[in-house]
């Protein structure tokens, strides 16, 4: 006769039994994907794209990508009622915050005009033409001395 799997769990030692009720809560709290915890929260794409601003194929686009920006992310998020929290693991270290990455507003906190970046900084000009180099032999080269003056045809 096949057993429940609560009778297969409840046959295990207690303590194998408590990894396993460990393991599961993990697994409860870890979403797979922006589509799983759209539906976690119970929102249609439709509905999420309302608050995003966009349109439903757009919300679908978001969702299949396997590769997303971190501010579609944190607006995805957001939209939903959530925050985004990025949790740096390394070796020998505890875990680490990083923040400022992927928001509307600088690292430093500071509030600029529209609540979003400051504008970009302009690129520098363009630099002037350089002076030409020393020529052969590190002597400078002649005024008006280009290599096309060596073919020109002098005049009798």
């Not at 693991?89 to 680490?96: C, E, K, M, N, V």
């Not at 520098?124 to 002597?139: A, V």
Request: glycine share 14%; aromatic share 2%.
């Amino acid at each position: 006769m096949a057993r429940t799997l609560d009778e297969v769990i409840s046959a295990l030692p207690a303590a194998q039994r408590a990894q396993v009720e460990a393991r599961t809560l993990e697994l409860i709290q870890e979403v797979e994907g922006l589509r799983a915890l759209r539906q976690l929260l119970g929102l249609t794409q439709e509905e999420l794209g309302d608050r995003l601003g966009i349109k439903q194929p757009s919300v679908h686009k978001i969702e299949r990508q396997a590769d997303v920006q971190l501010s579609t992310l944190r607006r995805f998020v957001e939209a939903a009622g959530g925050s985004l929290e990025l949790i740096i693991r390394l070796p020998d270290t505890g875990p680490i915050r990083l923040v400022g990455l992927g928001s509307r507003r600088p690292a430093g906190g500071g509030e600029t005009p529209g609540g979003g970046f400051p504008p970009p900084t302009p690129p520098p000009p363009p630099e002037s033409p350089q002076k030409r180099g020393p020529g052969p032999g590190g002597k400078p080269p002649k005024a008006g001395g280009g290599e096309g003056e060596k073919n020109k045809k002098k005049k009798p």
